[in-house]
């Protein structure tokens, strides 16, 4: 998606499909402040046969590819690193200590079970 492209999803109720659409105000194309966001932090390149920086995400979801680049399955995920790195279970590569760095600077919710 471009900057000034705004994608629409319409509900199983409506009768059309996705489409997308210029974003614009005033007659000038504009962008979301949640574009620039997602392009802030689009820096993660330390997954496994990385090809393009991901945005930082805790389990690398890139929704427009509907892609999930650190499967927990891996142990390549926040999740697992974090705590393995914490608890010293093992030594984190230089890219996965990049990766957890970033995670932790973007925030959110670390909740556990």
Same mark, same amino acid.
């Given at each position: ?9 319409? #509900? ?23 574009? @620039?966001? #997602?392009? @802030? ?34 142990? #390549? ?13 093992? @030594? ?22």
């Amino acid at each position: 998606m471009f900057p000034s492209q705004e994608m629409v999803i319409y #509900n199983e109720y409506q009768t059309k499909n996705q489409s997308k659409f210029l974003y614009e105000i005033n007659g000038h194309a504009g962008i979301h402040a949640q574009k @620039i966001g #997602n392009a @802030i932090r689009t820096i993660d390149n330390w997954y496994k046969n990385a090809e393009y920086p991901i945005p930082i995400e805790s389990y690398g979801v890139v929704t427009h590819l509907a892609s999930v680049f650190r499967q927990p399955s891996t142990k #390549n995920d926040f999740y697992t690193l974090f705590e393995n790195w914490i608890n010293k279970k093992n @030594i984190l590569s230089e890219d996965q200590k990049h990766y957890v760095i970033a995670m932790l600077l973007r925030g959110g919710v670390f909740g556990s079970k």
